[in-house]
């Protein structure tokens, strides 16, 4: 006799009433310091309260080139780019409130930089995201105007006095400039006066002649704070160590997973079909793919000031296309196998298509997906706050997923379907059911499938590396009983609901209409999904009736 799991018609009212808990725990726990973080003060402080597009920033590029660097050659090529290192130890400092109340008109940590061709060489501007100030710049010079520069000599003392001039000519004072040093053509100053917590501001400017007139330029100047070598020396240790973890405890092991996958799809075929996963397969090859182009620009802003970006995009985004296209074919045995073993073993987890009470399944499933995933959320939240106030997590940027770095912000909330399909597929339909096979208890087949999950998380920008490993090993362990509960389709809505509202706060902080509008409409999808899931499948049984 084949088990499957009971979905009750109606939310139960506990159910209901810790899903409003769990939102308002998101609420108060992340929305909330977020929203006080941003005061209307800061509005004035920027000058404006929105950022700019990043046509505007283009602009603002072409302008400073047309100034100094003899005009643009083409139309830049602008992304969001961030210094992490500076926002990360400023974040665990608690000083973001601070920097953006004092440094952060004239010294952002985060802006948009715009790569152009110009006559002198490639050239790369860093504007303010909300003044629109240029807030530096930086030239690479082609070969043969390099070498003509290097041909003249100019003293130590010339190039001082000449970043001097151009640093008083950006804001600096005279008084602020005596601590300086000459390096080659880099001319370094530590502003006196400009400091956050143990992050000192550093300025250089390059100067060098870039044609055969033998004119001086400032062909580059950057302005910003330094973290402390400590916190950059501990960040290292951590990105190493998450590295390891990532490596040796994730991709190998999903490795492993994907050739046992395999091994079980052939074993279990009488119990299960070859066909079964291919749309779920399908579906999230097709919108990891669209994804990945359309985050190009955040593998772009990943290189940083690299003057053979666009073939090092290029290069990232074949990369993550085979990856993905690998990805897709272990989420496709994953599904295969794990739906097989589960039906030998007498539970049906996974429904299937034209089977009995199939479209009434799906809808009970969503209507309990939306509550779960609160509690979810909330339980999140109270994890996040958690390691917060015991060791002290922090997290900062990341601008591959950056959602200014994207091309269709509106294909954004698709990964959350992405992961929702992949992970329930690999660590809970097929993960569960392997590892309670080999080991024969359910709890250590729990717990090996949701390590291995979590650690595939641990290069985040969250540290200490080891702190998603705890949030998510919690997490996942909730979403094992949620899919052994409720079954696979359950817990597929509610991981989709659950990354989609998170996901749908990023579109919401691109603002226009349209994206407010898209969000509303990826956290309402799984209702028409449900309801078109069952009106097909009841009109399929009504046929065989009659």
């Known amino acids: 006799m084949t088990e499957t799991p009971l979905l009750p018609q109606r939310i139960p009212r506990i159910l209901t009433i810790l899903g409003v808990i769990g939102l308002l725990l998101f609420g108060l726990l992340q929305l909330s310091p977020i929203f006080t973080a941003s005061s209307p003060e800061d509005a004035d402080i920027q000058g404006n309260g929105g950022v700019i597009t990043r046509v505007v920033a283009g602009k603002k590029a072409i302008?400073?080139?047309?100034?100094?660097?003899?005009?643009?050659?083409?139309?830049?090529?602008?992304?969001?780019?961030?210094?992490?290192?500076?926002?990360?130890?400023?974040?665990?400092?608690?000083?973001?409130?601070?920097?953006?109340?004092?440094?952060?008109?004239?010294?952002?940590?985060?802006?948009?930089?715009?790569?152009?061709?110009?006559?002198?060489?490639?050239?790369?501007?860093?504007?303010?995201?909300?003044?629109?100030?240029?807030?530096?710049?930086?030239?690479?010079?082609?070969?043969?105007?390099?070498?003509?520069?290097?041909?003249?000599?100019?003293?130590?003392?010339?190039?001082?006095?000449?970043?001097?001039?151009?640093?008083?000519?950006?804001?600096?004072?005279?008084?602020?400039?005596?601590?300086?040093?000459?390096?080659?053509?880099?001319?370094?100053?530590?502003?006196?006066?400009?400091?956050?917590?143990?992050?000192?501001?550093?300025?250089?400017?390059?100067?060098?002649?870039?044609?055969?007139?033998?004119?001086?330029?400032?062909?580059?100047?950057?302005?910003?704070?330094?973290?402390?070598?400590?916190?950059?020396?501990?960040?290292?240790?951590?990105?190493?160590?998450?590295?390891?973890?990532?490596?040796?405890?994730?991709?190998?092991?999903?490795?492993?997973?994907?050739?046992?996958?395999?091994?079980?799809?052939?074993?279990?075929?009488?119990?299960?079909?070859?066909r079964r996963g291919l749309l779920l397969a399908g579906l999230f090859l097709l919108f990891y793919v669209a994804n990945n182009y359309s985050m190009a620009d955040g593998i772009r802003a990943s290189y940083g000031e690299r003057p053979n970006a666009d073939t090092l995009t290029v290069a990232g985004l074949l990369f993550s296309n085979l990856f993905t296209g690998l990805m897709a074919v272990s989420v496709w045995f994953s599904l295969i196998g794990g739906d097989g073993i589960w039906r030998r073993d007498g539970r049906r987890l996974w429904s299937r298509y034209g089977e009995p009470g199939y479209g009434d399944h799906v809808w009970r499933a969503m209507k309990l997906s939306y509550p779960l995933a609160l509690v979810m959320l909330g339980a999140q939240s109270i994890l996040l706050y958690s390691l917060d106030r015991s060791i002290g997590s922090w997290s900062t940027t990341s601008v591959e997923s950056s959602p200014y770095n994207l091309a269709i912000p509106l294909l954004y909330p698709l990964l959350a379907w992405c992961a929702a399909i992949s992970e329930e597929a690999i660590y809970r339909l097929f993960g569960i059911a392997w590892f309670t096979k080999v080991f024969r208890n359910k709890f250590v087949g729990c717990l090996i499938p949701t390590i291995i999950w979590a650690l595939g998380h641990v290069t985040y920008p969250v540290y200490p590396a080891y702190s998603r490993l705890i949030e998510l090993t919690i997490v996942g362990l909730l979403f094992c009983w949620l899919f052994l509960r409720y079954g696979f389709v359950t817990a597929v809505l509610t991981h989709a609901i659950l990354d989609t509202i998170l996901m749908a706060f990023d579109l919401i902080t691109l603002g226009t209409v349209v994206n407010w509008l898209a969000a509303l409409f990826y956290l309402a999808l799984p209702v028409g999904i449900a309801w078109a899931l069952r009106k097909m499948a009841n009109r399929g049984r009504n046929a065989d009736t009659a």
């Open 63 to 274: 302008a400073l080139a047309d100034e100094r660097f003899g005009g643009a050659a083409d139309a830049p090529h602008t992304v969001h780019q961030s210094d992490s290192l500076l926002y990360g130890y400023l974040s665990k400092e608690n000083k973001l409130l601070d920097f953006a109340h004092t440094y952060d008109s004239r010294f952002p940590t985060d802006t948009f930089q715009s790569q152009l061709h110009t006559k002198y060489g490639e050239l790369f501007v860093y504007t303010h995201m909300e003044s629109g100030r240029i807030v530096g710049w930086r030239l690479f010079p082609i070969g043969d105007d390099r070498t003509k520069s290097s041909a003249r000599y100019v003293s130590e003392w010339t190039k001082l006095q000449f970043a001097r001039k151009a640093a008083i000519a950006e804001g600096f004072r005279s008084t602020d400039l005596r601590d300086s040093q000459v390096n080659g053509e880099i001319v370094t100053f530590q502003p006196k006066g400009y400091k956050i917590g143990d992050a000192q501001l550093m300025l250089r400017i390059s100067v060098m002649a870039t044609d055969q007139s033998g004119a001086l330029r400032a062909t580059s100047y950057h302005a910003a704070f330094e973290a402390p070598r400590g916190y950059i020396a501990d960040v290292e240790r951590q990105d190493k160590l998450a590295a390891s973890l990532s490596l040796f405890g994730s991709l190998l092991m999903n490795a492993l997973l994907f050739l046992f996958a395999i091994i079980m799809a052939i074993r279990t075929r009488r119990s299960t079909s070859f």
